[in-house]
Every structure is written in structure tokens, then in C-alpha cells.
């Protein structure tokens, strides 16, 4: 009576909608927080700011790397509505501490890393409701979904915090984060099937599935899996030091103002979310999952380049257009990894995936801020540096670092493979079945003669 009480919780059947809607609320409520954590940051440790961000990210990602494979296995047995309800709870729950006590604040943003996965529980979830064929499209709209909470926020937040003071910002912040537990708790309905969660209810959670490291050296078992993380590292890596010190580098180095900063956002989010929605489709359709990934590591590559050697405005706007259309790779590597998991295996082999961008979310700000760090790259208040300081330095040293390490990404991505491969044996099944995506089966790009298989729409299978 327990496990059908809580099926028949939330409102409707469980949809893309749900995963929408959650991932909204939880990235505008800390896109509201861009500029207030800026002057935070600056005003808790004036000297080393960006050394410093990059350490606080830096913990929190190595911490969701150590969590992120335990938190998909227990998905995947207990259900995924229970841990969305997790992980967006301690992720916003160092909010309301920024004005309270900003050393707490900082503290709980790092320590909030092991539950800081929301994304690979939505992505199981959006796994759940989908086939293999509108999993890609559903990717791309909660990615687009992400990217459109980030278009309006940071613009909100910075309007406020100049008219009404940060202490607004952050009480606004906090509400919308209690409406996205309330609408967990009240709207969102579990999407892992009855069936599988009756069949594995009380199952054990060995040490095994749960070690990060173990997940690692299980990837190796399986070359498709094995090339395609390679390239989330590669790729992700200078992607995450670019996100924890991007804003800040706009302001101190390229001299533009808070409301320009808002603006490029805007644009860049605006873009993003075409990019991701309409763009993602197409290419889909028509060049297929591997070149689409491909053609988002040639973006990411030139954007990192541009912004590398830009040092002036128009260069960081023409940039920012390009890393739009970069933003298409991580919809495309989610859809490709999970067309090689098993149904009861979504939670675990997304919580891979993110426990690899954990991991770069804790080296990527490390390896920025002290690259910036070495080549004395420092805010000196929030101002900005002298024309006759600039002229010392390199523009960007970092983003130059990063789209070498994307170089390497989109080598290592040439080699994963075309055309999937046979169905696995149930003998070849069973000696699988403890690796960590289950039987490897992909499926055929989508437009291709082959886009619809009938063995993936059997549920035995």
C-alpha cells in the first residue's frame, strides 16, 4: 500500500514538464545571487578572489564527483522523486546564509557538493518518461530550460540588489528555492516505473556501485562508454573554470559593466535556448548523435579561442554568440551515453556523467584561478584594471589552456563509433549486468532507415 500511495502522488503523469519546471526554479533562484555573490566574494576575501572561488567551487565539485554514482544507483532502486526532493533541498540551502554569515555561506556552498547532482536525477528521469528517440530533444529542453533561467535572473537580481539592496535578492531567492521543494513534494509525480521499483525494492546498494572510483575503472569494460567520458572530461573541464571565473573576467579584464555583464547573459542565454531547442533537433535528425557532438566541440573550441585572445568587447560578444551554439554538446554526449544504459541503469550511468562534471567543477575553478593567479590576473576591488596593466598580461591564459584540452576531446570523440553494435547475448547479458550501464546496446541515429528498432520497444528486452 506504501509503494502505491507514493506512485499515485503528484499531479498528472510523470512528464518533461515536471523536470522542466524543477530545473527552473532551482537555477533562477541562484541566477538571481550572480551579482550579490560577486560583491560577497569580494568583500569576504578581498585579496586572491579568484584563487578563492575557484577552491570553494573546487570542493563542492570534487564532493559531487564522490556522491553523484551513489545518489543514481539509490534512483534507481527507490526512486527518482525522492532524491530530485534531495538534492534540490541542500543545494539551495546555502541561500539564505549569504547575508546571514558569509563565511557559513561559503562553507555550506562546499559542503553542499555531495548533493549539489540534480541533473543526472532529471536526466534519469526525463529517461523514464521517454524513448530513445525523443530523449535527445528532451535533453536539449532541459539544458535550454537552464540557460533560459539564466537569460532574465542575473538582470533581476542586479536591478534589485541596486534599488532595493541585497537583502531583497536573497529573500527573493530563498522563496522561489521553497517553491521548487513545495512543487517536488505537491506536483511532481514518480517516474520510475512501478514494475522495476516493486522488482527491486530493498535491494542492496554495495560499496561497489557507490565508489566513484570503482564506477571509473568499470568504464573501461565498455569502449563506447570509456571514449565518450574521456570527452565530458576534456570538453567539460575548461568549460567549468570558464563558468566560475567568466563574470568576474568580463568585469575586472574586458572592463565591462554590471548591467553590460547582464545583458551578455541575456543574449547569450537567448541564443543558447535556440540552439538547444531548434538547432539540437535538426542536427539530430540530419547529421546524427556523433557529428552533432562533434560540431559542438569545433564551437567550443573557437569560443575558448576567442576569448583567449579577445581583448576587446566586441570580440567577447561575437565569442559569446559561438559558445550558443557550443551549448548543444552536453544535450548530445547525455543522449549518447544514455542509449548505451539499460532502463534500470539511467540513474546510475547519469550519475556518472555527472560525477565526471563534478570532478571538473572542482579542478576546472581550481586550474583557472591559479592560472590567473600566476599570470597576476587579481581584483583589486571591484573596479577594473589600468589600459597600462592590461597591456602586461595575457587576455585570457586559461580559456587559450582549455581550448587546447577540447582539441584533445574532439580527437577522442572521432573515435566513437558510428553504428551500433549487435544486441548482447543473455549469456553476454548476465556477465554484464554488474557493469555499470548494463548490456551495451546503442541505437541507430535518428532520421537514419534503421531510426526504429523493435527490440527497444519490448520491455523483456
Not at 506512485?7 to 550572480?34: D, N
Not at 527573493?172 to 506536483?187: M, N, P, R
Not at 551515453?337 to 556518472?352: E, T
Request: aromatic residues 12%.
Amino acid at each position: 500500500m506504501c509503494v502505491m500511495f507514493q506512485v499515485q502522488q503528484g499531479i498528472g503523469k510523470p512528464s518533461v514538464y515536471h523536470a522542466v519546471v524543477v530545473i527552473f526554479l532551482e537555477f533562477f533562484a541562484w541566477g538571481l545571487l550572480t551579482t550579490p555573490m560577486l560583491m560577497v566574494l569580494h568583500e569576504t576575501f578581498p585579496k586572491h578572489t579568484f584563487l578563492i572561488n575557484g577552491l570553494i567551487q573546487g570542493v563542492k565539485g570534487l564532493l559531487s564527483f564522490m556522491s553523484a554514482p551513489l545518489i543514481g544507483a539509490l534512483s534507481d532502486v527507490w526512486g527518482r522523486r525522492s532524491f530530485l526532493l534531495v538534492t534540490v533541498f541542500f543545494t539551495c540551502a546555502p541561500i539564505p546564509l549569504m547575508r546571514l554569515s558569509p563565511w557559513w555561506y561559503f562553507a555550506m556552498i562546499s559542503v553542499s557538493g555531495a548533493f549539489s547532482v540534480t541533473f543526472s536525477v532529471i536526466f534519469a528521469y526525463i529517461a523514464d518518461v521517454t524513448d530513445v528517440r525523443e530523449r535527445s530533444t528532451a535533453y536539449g529542453l532541459v539544458s535550454a530550460t537552464f540557460a533560459a533561467s539564466l537569460v532574465t535572473s542575473p538582470a533581476i537580481g542586479a536591478y534589485l540588489s541596486a534599488s532595493y539592496g541585497d537583502n531583497l535578492v536573497v529573500l527573493l531567492a530563498t522563496l522561489i528555492a521553497l517553491a521548487d521543494i513545495c512543487f517536488i513534494l505537491l506536483a511532481v509525480p514518480e517516474s520510475l516505473p512501478d514494475k522495476m521499483r516493486l522488482n527491486t525494492w530493498g535491494a542492496p546498494i554495495s560499496w561497489e556501485q557507490a565508489d566513484p572510483f570503482a564506477s571509473l575503472r568499470k568504464v573501461g569494460q565498455d569502449t563506447t562508454v570509456l571514449l565518450i567520458c574521456i570527452t565530458v572530461f576534456l570538453s567539460y573541464l575548461p568549460e567549468a573554470g570558464q563558468y566560475s571565473s567568466f563574470f568576474l573576467y568580463l568585469r575586472q579584464v574586458i572592463n565591462f559593466s554590471p548591467k553590460t555583464i547582464a545583458v551578455f547573459i541575456g543574449v547569450v542565454g537567448i541564443l543558447s535556448i535556440l540552439a538547444q531547442t531548434l538547432f539540437l533537433t535538426l542536427l539530430m535528425r540530419t547529421i546524427g548523435n556523433k557529428n552533432t557532438v562533434l560540431l559542438g566541440l569545433g564551437f567550443q573550441i573557437l569560443q575558448l579561442a576567442w576569448y583567449g585572445l579577445g581583448s576587446e568587447p566586441w570580440m567577447m560578444w561575437a565569442a559569446g554568440a559561438v559558445a550558443a551554439m557550443s551549448s548543444i554538446t552536453f544535450p548530445a554526449v547525455s543522449a549518447l551515453v544514455s542509449r548505451s544504459a539499460d532502463p534500470d541503469k539511467q540513474g546510475l550511468v547519469q550519475g556518472m556523467i555527472t560525477g565526471i562534471r563534478g570532478l571538473c567543477n572542482g579542478l576546472g575553478p581550481a586550474l583557472y584561478g591559479f592560472i590567473f593567479f600566476l599570470f597576476n590576473v587579481e581584483l583589486s576591488g571591484i573596479t577594473t584594471i589600468h589600459k597600462t596593466e592590461r597591456n602586461t598580461i595575457i587576455p585570457g591564459p586559461p580559456f587559450l589552456l582549455g581550448a587546447c584540452t577540447v582539441v584533445v576531446a574532439f580527437v577522442v570523440a572521432l573515435f566513437i563509433p558510428d553504428h551500433p553494435t549487435p544486441p548482447a547475448t543473455p549469456c553476454q547479458t548476465c556477465k554484464s549486468s554488474a557493469s555499470l550501464a548494463g548490456a551495451h546496446t546503442n541505437t541507430p541515429l535518428p532520421g537514419s532507415d534503421e531510426d526504429f528498432e523493435p527490440l527497444l520497444e519490448d520491455s523483456n528486452v
